[in-house]
């Protein structure tokens, strides 16, 4: 950190620029993101259901998309054992792991860097698994262990199993919607970082 | 840039993982947060005295609205990106440290502000609260984190940067010339 004074007054604007654009640019892209989610979470609902119902066909019976919801219908039964209880169905808001969407959106057009539509796309395709992680995350851990015993029984989970889906949740929740987008901006304008980055005299 | 990544990754997981732990939650993530709500409490009755803290819960002594402070929104999982992305980027080990005490200062102040502003803000309009809480300050605060790193890359000397450092990878540097 000594060779701060060498930073150059044109690289300090370009970091104080990028900022301004991006707090212009989140009002924006929050509202789209809202607005579009049906559409724009298609993909990553498609996913979940995919690889829920590959993975986990035993469990869940079908997978529903309305708005920003996504709901898991179960084979698994409500109530005690041997008593007939309603079937389990399981609502997950896809907003919760998706809202680094509009994140990397005010990043990219804040960055105003050549071929910014190939770019957010790309960073579009890379959030969507991470998104569908989320959701079938939170679906497991509400079977396996908010829901309580008696379903989590059911489930056929072993121990090692619900820590597993724990981590995932917690991984899923509170690093990957936030942590993935910065990632995902950071691969794709490596030249402008370089560029925030330069001082005189140097390359 | 490839090992910057890696590493990233691999001590964002490492330290998350760290985090859950029964031990790392006794002895570091309760006392924080709770000191977190203490701290709080602490600035806002320096303007407003209907406030109290108990434990990791804010409560206005006034209407009994209170907010919790959880997982998410004690600042840690911020901090973690931040000491991974400043650890995997090649830089003295002096550089970091000063690194990380500068950002890990700036993303728990930022912190403090989102918990005093949700705990306003939760008074006003649930549905606004629910807003800023679940999506709009989780993105703030990980913009924060991007900020302090840049920030702090760009401090650099270059020399570090550029892989003369002692504790930094040869070739390190996110300039595509030397990905």
């Given at each position: 950190m000594t060779g701060g004074s060498g930073v150059t007054g044109r690289s300090q604007s370009s970091l104080a620029g990028l900022l301004i654009r991006v707090f212009a640019w989140l009002p924006v892209t929050f509202a789209i993101w809202y607005v579009t989610a049906p559409i724009l979470l298609w993909p990553a609902a498609f996913l979940a259901e995919l690889i829920g119902r590959v993975t986990w066909a035993d469990i869940i019976r079908g997978v529903e998309q309305a708005r920003a919801e996504l709901t898991f219908a179960t084979t698994l039964k409500a109530g005690s054992a041997g008593a007939q209880g309603g079937e389990i169905v399981v609502g997950v808001d896809l907003l919760l792991y998706s809202f680094g969407l509009p994140l990397y959106a005010a990043l990219v057009l804040a960055a105003k860097e050549p071929g910014w539509p190939r770019r957010l796309f790309a960073g579009y395709a890379v959030l969507m698994p991470f998104v569908a992680w989320g959701a079938l995350a939170d679906f497991l851990k509400s079977i396996a262990?908010?829901?309580?015993p008696q379903i989590a029984s059911q489930t056929g989970f072993v121990a090692w199993q619900r820590e597993a889906i724990a981590f995932s949740y917690q991984f899923g929740a509170l690093?990957?919607?936030?942590?993935v987008p910065l990632v995902a901006w950071v691969v794709t304008h490596r030249a402008l970082l370089e560029r925030l980055r330069s001082r005189p005299g140097a390359a | 840039m490839l090992r910057f990544f890696v590493t990233f990754i691999v001590l964002q997981v490492a330290l998350f993982a760290a985090e859950l732990t029964p031990w790392a939650q006794q002895y570091f993530v309760v006392p924080w947060t709770d000191a977190l709500a203490t701290i709080s409490a602490w600035l806002l009755t320096l303007f407003d005295p209907n406030v109290a803290a108990s434990g990791k819960v804010l409560r206005s002594t006034v209407n009994g609205f209170a907010v919790s402070i959880e997982a998410g929104c004690n600042g840690i999982e911020a901090t973690i990106a931040l000491v991974a992305a400043i650890c995997a980027f090649p830089a003295l080990w002096r550089d970091r440290l000063v690194g990380l005490g500068a950002g890990i200062a700036a993303v728990q102040g930022l912190n403090l502000v989102r918990v005093i502003s949700l705990f306003y803000l939760g008074q006003w309009s649930m549905k606004a609260f629910d807003w800023a809480h679940l999506y709009v300050w989780q993105a703030l605060i990980m913009l924060d984190v991007l900020v302090v790193w840049l920030v702090w890359v760009r401090m650099l000397p270059r020399a570090d940067v550029a892989g003369?450092?002692?504790?930094?990878?040869a070739a390190g540097s996110p300039a595509p010339a030397s990905a």
């Amino acid at each position: 950190m000594t060779g701060g004074s060498g930073v150059t007054g044109r690289s300090q604007s370009s970091l104080a620029g990028l900022l301004i654009r991006v707090f212009a640019w989140l009002p924006v892209t929050f509202a789209i993101w809202y607005v579009t989610a049906p559409i724009l979470l298609w993909p990553a609902a498609f996913l979940a259901e995919l690889i829920g119902r590959v993975t986990w066909a035993d469990i869940i019976r079908g997978v529903e998309q309305a708005r920003a919801e996504l709901t898991f219908a179960t084979t698994l039964k409500a109530g005690s054992a041997g008593a007939q209880g309603g079937e389990i169905v399981v609502g997950v808001d896809l907003l919760l792991y998706s809202f680094g969407l509009p994140l990397y959106a005010a990043l990219v057009l804040a960055a105003k860097e050549p071929g910014w539509p190939r770019r957010l796309f790309a960073g579009y395709a890379v959030l969507m698994p991470f998104v569908a992680w989320g959701a079938l995350a939170d679906f497991l851990k509400s079977i396996a262990i908010t829901m309580g015993p008696q379903i989590a029984s059911q489930t056929g989970f072993v121990a090692w199993q619900r820590e597993a889906i724990a981590f995932s949740y917690q991984f899923g929740a509170l690093i990957l919607p936030t942590v993935v987008p910065l990632v995902a901006w950071v691969v794709t304008h490596r030249a402008l970082l370089e560029r925030l980055r330069s001082r005189p005299g140097a390359a | 840039m490839l090992r910057f990544f890696v590493t990233f990754i691999v001590l964002q997981v490492a330290l998350f993982a760290a985090e859950l732990t029964p031990w790392a939650q006794q002895y570091f993530v309760v006392p924080w947060t709770d000191a977190l709500a203490t701290i709080s409490a602490w600035l806002l009755t320096l303007f407003d005295p209907n406030v109290a803290a108990s434990g990791k819960v804010l409560r206005s002594t006034v209407n009994g609205f209170a907010v919790s402070i959880e997982a998410g929104c004690n600042g840690i999982e911020a901090t973690i990106a931040l000491v991974a992305a400043i650890c995997a980027f090649p830089a003295l080990w002096r550089d970091r440290l000063v690194g990380l005490g500068a950002g890990i200062a700036a993303v728990q102040g930022l912190n403090l502000v989102r918990v005093i502003s949700l705990f306003y803000l939760g008074q006003w309009s649930m549905k606004a609260f629910d807003w800023a809480h679940l999506y709009v300050w989780q993105a703030l605060i990980m913009l924060d984190v991007l900020v302090v790193w840049l920030v702090w890359v760009r401090m650099l000397p270059r020399a570090d940067v550029a892989g003369g450092g002692r504790s930094g990878p040869a070739a390190g540097s996110p300039a595509p010339a030397s990905a």
